[in-house]
């Protein structure tokens, strides 16, 4: 039996200015998957998430969120996304970890609505698979770098999405949390059945953790299961980055993120 | 002052007409300032005295219109000058913030050589840059009033939207908030404000009255609705002290209530600092 998938992306392709940045992608998402989106700087990766998300409209080709073409779909709830906010929002930004969680629940309450307590009830609940309920009354900006990325899951999730995709979530997180990082990941697509869509530099970590690798240079160079990307070898890395690369072990990639 | 405010009904109208806006100004200054968008203010309030300069002109050029309040006018150039500001920060999608100066410039522009056409300076004139305890009659008490409720259910009505598009419009976006919309309501009530605070505080200085107060509440406040809390503290102090020492110090309230919010900010971060000060020494020992 053949499922429906939940994000469908044919032919897809996007300019900027002059430049193609995504050009001809055709990519599926089924539901349980874990899909690691690997590539270059500038591959476009991030663009590629925004014309998925309906944050950019493409130049050519079609996208669906489950089975809804994109400028018609308006079950938001059912999606979750967590940017590379650590390095760009306002730090200065009066509001707790509460507040900030609690509007992840907006795309679930609609218009003339108010928070009520049970609101409140399920941030808490969000932050609790977090590990970040005692800093519920924080400012948000006074947490470090790795502590609010885990708050912006903890508001990607609190509207029980079945799909949750994140960009780089890992930069400016410290080496020491990746690991937990990844682990929460696995348990939330695992036990929580919630599929998964991961932006990332780390290529050594997402194959250990991803069921499925996508590796892209403005167009798809290898989609298939984890276990066969590992197949996938340096000559090709090479090809497809321009220079040479070896594939990043464990240890390697958490000072590639220290670093960055 | 207290003895005089049952007696004359315009300082009722003033005081009445302060206490109004010392909510909603710095209510909406909340939002003004965590988006960024303090100078909107400035270039509301200046094109506003377009609205007043142009109908000061009407009233003397034009014999049928002579018991018109300007401040009517001036909330029509406000509205105009927001959605102008919206239609240009369209046309210049690189530099948002162009549109700003150009509104602030322009509207002064045409502000001097319509002042200048209705014969220059006059005292109205002077009370409508630097706010007046006499000014205010009780029509436009009563337009304030009507504009403060609005704008208060409108906040409460559209907090969750107005929260999620400060705080980060690329999660406003996939949360299925219109922002275009959301974002016209919000800069048509910051230019009725405008215009229903100049009465008292001045055209120059309103826009103090929508960003000190949250100033100040920055740097006490952790939550969001603390800041609004604060700030609405803040923004209503000032007005209450400012009026009061300009009706004993005869001097325009814009002044004293600006000076008053200036105090208090100086306050708030003298306090901080004292406060860091105390938790290192209690680290210390």
Redesign the interface.
């Given at each position: 039996m053949k499922q429906k998938p939940m994000v469908e992306m044919e032919q897809v392709s996007f300019k900027y200015e002059k430049e193609w940045v995504v050009k001809d992608v055709d990519l599926s998402i089924y539901e349980g998957q874990f899909l690691g989106l690997v590539g270059p700087n500038g591959s476009g990766k991030s663009t590629l998430i925004k014309l998925m998300l309906g944050l950019a409209r493409p130049d050519r080709g079609s996208i669906r969120l489950f089975g809804e073409p994109i400028k018609k779909f308006d079950q938001w709830e059912e999606v979750g996304f967590v940017s590379q906010k650590a390095n760009s929002f306002n730090s200065g930004f009066p509001a707790t970890v509460l507040e900030v969680v609690k509007s992840g629940l907006v795309s679930r309450m609609g218009a003339f609505s108010f928070f009520k307590r049970k609101h409140k009830e399920k941030a808490l609940e969000a932050l609790k698979t977090v590990e970040m309920e005692e800093f519920a009354g924080s400012n948000i900006g006074e947490l470090s770098g790795g502590q609010q990325q885990r708050v912006f899951i903890a508001r990607a999730l609190v509207s029980d999405p079945s799909l949750v995709i994140l960009d780089e979530p890992t930069v400016g997180v410290d080496a020491k949390h990746v690991t937990a990082f990844y682990d929460l990941l696995g348990k939330l697509n695992k036990e929580q059945g919630i599929t998964l869509l991961m932006v990332t530099h780390d290529i050594g970590t997402i194959t250990n953790h991803a069921t499925h690798v996508v590796c892209m240079n403005k167009s798809i160079h290898f989609h298939g299961a984890s276990e066969d990307y590992k197949e996938f070898d340096d000559d090709d890395l090479n090809e497809l980055y321009g220079h040479s690369v070896h594939q990043l072990t464990h240890n390697h990639s958490h000072d590639e993120v220290n670093r960055s | 002052m207290i003895e005089s405010l049952m007696q004359y009904q315009f300082l009722q109208n003033a005081v009445i007409t302060g206490l109004l806006i010392g909510v909603v100004a710095p209510l909406l200054g909340v939002f003004i300032v965590?988006r960024?968008l303090s100078l909107i203010a400035d270039a509301l309030s200046h094109i506003t005295l377009t609205g007043i300069a142009a109908s000061l002109l009407l009233e003397k050029r034009v014999s049928a219109i002579n018991d018109w309040n300007p401040v009517y006018m001036g909330m029509v150039f406000s509205v105009a000058g927001a959605i102008l500001i919206e239609r240009l920060r369209k046309v210049y999608k690189h530099y948002e913030e162009l549109a700003i100066p150009i509104i602030l410039s322009g509207g002064i522009g045409l502000g001097v050589i319509l002042i200048s056409l209705a014969d220059g300076f006059n005292t109205d004139l002077f009370s409508y840059l630097f706010g007046s305890v006499t000014a205010v009659d009780r029509s436009s008490m009563w337009t304030v009033l009507f504009i403060t409720l609005g704008v208060i259910a409108i906040v409460i009505?559209f907090?969750?939207?107005l929260?999620?598009l400060?705080?980060?419009e690329?999660?406003?976006?996939?949360?299925?908030?219109s922002g275009r919309f959301i974002h016209l309501l919000f800069i048509v009530m910051v230019a009725l404000v405008i215009a229903s605070s100049m009465q008292v505080v001045g055209i120059l200085l309103v826009s103090a009255l929508m960003t000190l107060p949250v100033a100040s509440?920055?740097r006490l406040?952790?939550?969001?609705?603390?800041?609004i809390g604060l700030s609405i503290l803040f923004g209503e102090t000032s007005v209450i002290i400012g009026l009061f020492s300009s009706y004993h110090l005869s001097v325009p309230p814009g002044g004293t209530i600006v000076m008053t919010a200036v105090l208090i900010l100086v306050m708030t971060i003298m306090y901080k600092r004292v406060q860091k000060q105390l938790l290192v020494k209690g680290e210390a020992t």
């Open positions: - | 965590v960024r009505l907090y969750k939207e929260f999620v400060s705080f980060d690329e999660h406003a976006s996939i949360s299925g908030v509440a920055l406040s952790r939550s969001f609705k603390q800041t």
